[in-house]
């Protein structure tokens, strides 16, 4: 069993940032491939990023050169640095993980996820 607790969501302005961090439980957090996604009011679970045990990385197409994605694996964290945040970015933010190890940019492919950190961005 997983447990992730999301935080560092808010409301900030557009071009703004914030930084959400994803705490996981488990002992074998290291071998998982890490992954966020968020969900915007009537629209469905969206792919934003995710990152095996060994640092290979992909992003989703909206967030490319604006979002960076990292992972300690000693704190056990998985971190979403979002920069020049736009106001179509407001969602809820959930972290999933995925204990194939493989990169994974479906919903389906995640086996546990947390409850979700609120992300507002005000234009």
């Known amino acids: 069993q997983v447990q992730l607790v999301e935080s560092g969501g808010g409301l900030v302005q557009a071009g703004g940032s914030l930084r959400l961090s994803c705490a996981a439980s488990?002992?074998?957090?290291?071998?998982?491939?890490m992954g966020w996604f968020r969900q915007a009011p009537g629209k469905e679970r969206e792919f934003v990023a995710a990152?095996?045990?060994?640092?290979?990385?992909r992003y989703g197409d909206s967030v490319k050169g604006r979002f960076t994605i990292s992972r300690d694996n000693a704190k056990k964290t998985v971190y979403l640095q979002m920069d020049s945040l736009k106001p179509d970015d407001t969602a809820v933010y959930y972290c999933?993980?995925?204990?194939?190890?493989?990169?994974?940019?479906?919903?389906?492919?995640?086996?546990?996820w947390g409850q979700g950190t609120q992300v507002t961005v005000s234009s």
């Open positions: 999933a993980v995925d204990r194939s190890a493989a990169i994974a940019t479906n919903i389906h492919e995640y086996d546990y």
């Open positions: 990152i095996t045990w060994d640092v290979f990385i």
């Open positions: 488990g002992r074998t957090f290291n071998d998982y491939t």
